[in-house]
């Protein structure tokens, strides 16, 4: 069935690292891909997405780049502030069957001064 | 543009006790859903519309009535709370790509807890 798997965290970080988080997704066609953040007590927001193969979605220096062949949409940033310090969940929305949205199970980032 | 809001922000309820989450959007979006977010984890769908008048379940619809008499408002019932319903609840909405939807546009969030 639609899934979404996301790698475990947390993910701890120097400032100025290089950030890559795995995000592999199982879909009936080729939906839109959707990376959401959730910072500490807020509602999720869009970061980015992608809405075909080979596109490459980006937003405040994070990129993801939808990869048809590997089932893939693995968010990077090249190098990470404090301020990036939340969850982030990677997401599609599915049309066979139900409705809905299959989100993954999120992974927190923490980034040290 | 207000988005999606939702009221209230905090609630405190007492076990057996009924109340109604409200959630409105003013993007003239089709599609509305909730979900509840428990402590360090992800989100778990409850109810979810496609329009107006229509409904359907998610994942961990028992405890919960919906309905949706306009496009705007998706209020979520709770009808005999349980502390097992202690959680943190989204609502969010979203627009047609014709074959698809879009991203979805979420609420601040209601922080409910069960006594």
């Known amino acids: 069935g639609n899934s979404v798997t996301q790698m475990e965290g947390p993910v701890t970080l120097s400032e100025e690292a290089f950030l890559t988080i795995n995000c592999t997704y199982t879909a009936t066609g080729y939906p839109s891909l959707f990376w959401y953040v959730q910072y500490p007590g807020e509602g999720l927001q869009l970061l980015l997405k992608a809405t075909k193969a080979d596109d490459k979605g980006s937003n405040k220096g994070f990129e993801a780049t939808y990869r048809k062949e590997t089932t893939s949409f693995h968010l990077e940033k090249g190098s990470v502030q404090v301020s990036d310090s939340a969850v982030y969940f990677c997401a599609f929305f599915s049309t066979s069957g139900t409705y809905k949205y299959i989100f993954g199970t999120g992974t927190r980032l923490k980034v040290l001064a | 543009n207000a988005g999606v809001t939702q009221t209230p922000k905090f609630q405190v309820l007492k076990t057996g006790q009924s109340m109604t989450l409200q959630c409105a959007q003013d993007?003239?979006?089709?599609?509305m859903s909730w979900y509840r977010q428990d402590p360090g984890m992800g989100l778990r769908l409850i109810h979810y519309s496609v329009g107006a008048g229509i409904t359907d379940q998610g994942e961990v619809p028992n405890g919960y009535n919906v309905s949706r008499s306009t496009t705007e408002d998706f209020p979520l019932r709770l009808l005999s709370a349980a502390p097992s319903q202690t959680s943190v609840y989204f609502c969010a909405s979203s627009y047609s790509t014709g074959y698809s939807y879009n991203e979805q546009f979420f609420g601040p969030g209601t922080r409910l807890t069960v006594l």
């Open positions: 993007m003239n979006h089709e599609y």
